[in-house]
């Protein structure tokens, strides 16, 4: 059992819950221009635009449930405590879920944030965002009407990048599931642990852009590819 394991995974991990992808053939880049409702200048543009985009992203969110991917990492982390790193470009809680499930104290370093918490561009100040957040809400800190999801958008800097080096530079095992391998700097983190010595596996319904990168692939759909992987990890 590889002592370090760190695990990048993307919307393909929760694909089978029902919550879209981006850059599929019918993923929300399909149907959103992710220049209005992805940047912070889309957002300046029409905050009520992007606030409904992502009430939306929450109320499916609010009615999905974790897949067999999702436990069958809950699994793996509660197993191996204090071995594995679940990194996600994902901003649904999916991964919480199973975690509290298999009552794995496990945490998720969300990179890109999360639908479940709200930020307020004026003071800083972060709150569980309600079910539905409005452009003119008050901040519940400061009172000014400047509250926004807590998620990075194109051209932000993604969160907890200091502890994801960290993970990586000391991981044995690396392994991507369910992303395109087409952002910056989650795309990049392959690179990085196999310079450290990490054998990488991808897990992906298609071959991402990077697939050449890795050592293993192991195609199909995640509900089938991550319960079959961790069976044999912990075997
Ligand atoms: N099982 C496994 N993989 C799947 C499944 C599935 N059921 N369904 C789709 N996939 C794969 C697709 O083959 C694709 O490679 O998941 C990947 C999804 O890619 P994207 O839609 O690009 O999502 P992601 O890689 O998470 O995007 C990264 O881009 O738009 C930004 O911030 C957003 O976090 C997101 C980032």
Redesign the pocket.
């Known amino acids: 059992m590889p002592e370090n394991i760190v695990i990048l995974?993307?919307?393909?991990?929760s694909?089978?819950s029902g919550l879209g992808?981006?850059?599929?053939k019918d993923?929300?880049?399909t149907q959103y221009d992710?220049e209005e409702v992805?940047t912070p200048e889309g957002f300046a543009r029409n905050p009520t635009l992007v606030q409904d985009f992502y009430n939306a992203r929450r109320a499916n969110c609010r009615a999905a449930t974790p897949n067999a991917?999702h436990h069958a990492l809950a699994r793996l982390a509660r197993d191996y405590p204090g071995t594995v790193t679940l990194v996600t470009?994902?901003?649904d809680d999916m991964l919480e879920r199973a975690l509290r499930d298999a009552s794995c104290t496990s945490d998720v370093i969300h990179m890109?944030g999360e639908l479940a918490r709200a930020l307020c561009n004026a003071c800083g100040h972060r709150w569980d965002a309600p079910a539905e957040m409005h452009a003119d809400d008050p901040c519940p800190a400061c009172g000014r009407a400047a509250t926004r999801p807590d998620?990075?958008w194109?051209g932000e800097i993604p969160y907890h990048m200091e502890a994801i080096d960290t993970a990586l530079s000391r991981a044995t095992l690396f392994a991507a599931?369910?992303?395109?391998?087409?952002?910056y700097p989650?795309a990049g983190f392959v690179q990085i642990a196999r310079e450290m010595g990490a054998h990488t596996v991808e897990?992906?319904?298609?071959p991402?852009a990077n697939v050449h990168i890795f050592d293993e692939t192991r195609p199909?759909?995640?509900?089938q590819?991550v319960p079959a992987w961790v069976n044999a990890l912990l075997a």
Not at 177 to 183: D, L
Not at 220 to 223: D, E, L, R, S
């Open positions: 995974t993307g919307a393909g991990l694909a089978e992808t981006f850059r599929d993923g929300l880049w992710l992805a991917a470009q994902n901003i890109h998620v990075v194109f599931i369910g992303t395109s391998g087409e952002v989650a897990l992906n319904l298609d991402s199909g759909p995640a509900t590819t």
